[in-house]
Structures are given as structure tokens and as C-alpha cells.
């Protein structure tokens, strides 16, 4: 067994949990943060992202002992109070979802993205970056749009503040 304490969404937990249990599970089970999901434990769907000290992470990969000391946001820790983040409210915006299950995934994996690339983000590199996360509705053109519509909107949100 082993005790972890993380700060979680900003609410710092404790929990003893066992040697072998994943941070998806610890999220999930542990702390009801049913936002993650758990598409194919193997690393292979992306469904499970969340972020670790600011970093996009497939939880499915990662054993909550391994996160201990960490900061980890996931879907449900990216709104403002009732106001979506940007690339939630351009998922609804243009689309970007259908049956929902890798919008979670998606999402976490795109605030990453326009974190590191910012305005230089071109579709090109977007498609490149999903490449770990599966859509099994097919619908990569319409979330695609929609994380270039929110690095755009981003980037313009910085250069106003600036």
C-alpha cells in the first residue's frame, strides 16, 4: 500500500491506495472525477488524459503513486465556475463532438497543445498531435476546427491582455 497526497482540480487529497492502482482509477474511483475515462488501458485511446504538473498525461499509464506530490487537473477541473475554458466552449461551438466518450481526452490533450505551440498551431500539427487520441466517431474534422478556433481565440485573448 502506498499514501498519496496530490492537489487534485486545485483541492489538495490524501488516500492509501495499492502499489499497482493507476491515477485513472484513483481519479475516478477514489475522487468520483468521472470526466476521465478509462477507454483501453493500454495507452492506446487517449481517453484518459488529464494534466500532471501541467503536462498532458494518459492516466491509464501512470500508477497514482507516481503522482504523488503532483498537480493534476483534469476535464472537470478546466471550467471556470459555470464558464467553459476556451476549447471546451469551441468543442461545443464547432462541433467538436459526437457520442462524447474522447472529448474528455480530446479536450485535455488540445489545452496542452495550445499551450506549447500557442498561435503557431497549423492543422497539420494538430493532426499530428491527436495522433494518440482515437475518435471512434470519426469526427477529427469538426474537433480539429475546433482546437485551431480556441488557439486562435487564445492567442488573441494573450495579445489583448499584453
Do not use: W
Amino acid at each position: 500500500m502506498a499514501k498519496v497526497t496530490m492537489t487534485v482540480n486545485g483541492r489538495k487529497v490524501s488516500a492509501t491506495v495499492e502499489d499497482r492502482t493507476l491515477l485513472v482509477h484513483f481519479l475516478r474511483e477514489a475522487q468520483n472525477l468521472t470526466g476521465t475515462h478509462v477507454g483501453c488501458d493500454t495507452s492506446q485511446c487517449g481517453a484518459c488524459v488529464v494534466h500532471v504538473n501541467g503536462k498532458a498525461v494518459k492516466s491509464c499509464t501512470m500508477l497514482a503513486a507516481q503522482a504523488d506530490g503532483a498537480s493534476v487537473t483534469t476535464i472537470e477541473g478546466l471550467a471556470n465556475g459555470n464558464e467553459l475554458h476556451p476549447v471546451q466552449a469551441a468543442f461545443r461551438e464547432h462541433h467538436g463532438l459526437q457520442c462524447g466518450f474522447c472529448t474528455p481526452g480530446m479536450i485535455m490533450a488540445a489545452v496542452d497543445m495550445i499551450e506549447r505551440y500557442g498561435a503557431r498551431l497549423d492543422e497539420k500539427t494538430i493532426r499530428h498531435e491527436l495522433e494518440g487520441n482515437i475518435c471512434r466517431c470519426t469526427g477529427y474534422h469538426n474537433i480539429v476546427k475546433a482546437i485551431k478556433a480556441a488557439a486562435d481565440q487564445m492567442a488573441a485573448m494573450k495579445t489583448a491582455a499584453e
